[in-house]
């Protein structure tokens, strides 16, 4: 694989487009990385005033949930789900639409949750009331079980339905739409 392949933030050097059901996986990693994030960052406003350190992680959790979840989503979106949709099994279906409601789900919790986190990131709250909390927990509880059934059924159903080109293409026109160089 050449460096123009790799993702910055992603260790292990195989994880790129060039091996698109590696890189949605890695991307796992990455949200459940945010996602503690934002479970610390609650934990340390409970018992300390909000300052720069509590913001910036507020920030890193923007950034991931406002730039590369809605990417992966779309990844899949495009290029998973369609052809389980046309051509898989009554399971692998269900776990398809299953998914796309989850998709849904979280765009609408994420609204939610990003009024939040741009308050604190901004200054202009310095902590998160029980409601708020709430607001957080129902963002963030959603991805466990989404992405376990990803994991375990729905990216290998698609990858077995799915020629070695299509795959390739794929990775390709994931590329294009992150503005990578080939």
């Keep these: 694989m050449t460096a123009s392949n790799a993702l910055p933030g992603f260790g292990d050097a195989a994880v790129g487009f060039d091996t698109p059901f590696e890189m949605l996986s890695a991307c796992h990693e990455r949200v459940l990385r945010s996602l503690a994030l934002l479970g610390r960052l609650q934990d340390y406003l409970r018992g300390h ?9 507020a920030r890193d959790v923007l950034r991931y949930f406002d730039i590369a979840a809605p990417l992966h989503h779309e ?17 692998a279906v269900a776990a398809a639409r ?10 609408v919790n994420w609204r939610a949750a990003r009024a939040l986190l741009l308050a604190l990131a901004e200054g202009a709250q310095e902590a998160f009331s029980a409601q708020d909390e709430a607001v957080l927990e129902r963002f963030a509880s959603v991805y466990g079980e989404h992405i376990r059934i990803e994991e375990e059924e729905v990216y290998p159903a ?12 794929m990775g390709a026109e994931m590329r294009r739409r992150r503005g990578a160089v080939d």
Excluded at 80 to 89: N, Q, Y
């Design 49 to 57: 005033p909000c300052d720069d350190s509590a913001r910036q992680a």
């Design 75 to 91: 990844d899949e979106e495009l290029h998973v789900f369609p052809p389980l949709i046309e051509r898989g099994s009554a399971a």
């Design 98 to 107: 299953r998914l796309q409601q989850d998709h849904e789900a979280m765009s």
């Design 158 to 169: 698609a990858r077995a339905l799915l020629a070695p080109g299509v795959v390739q293409a």
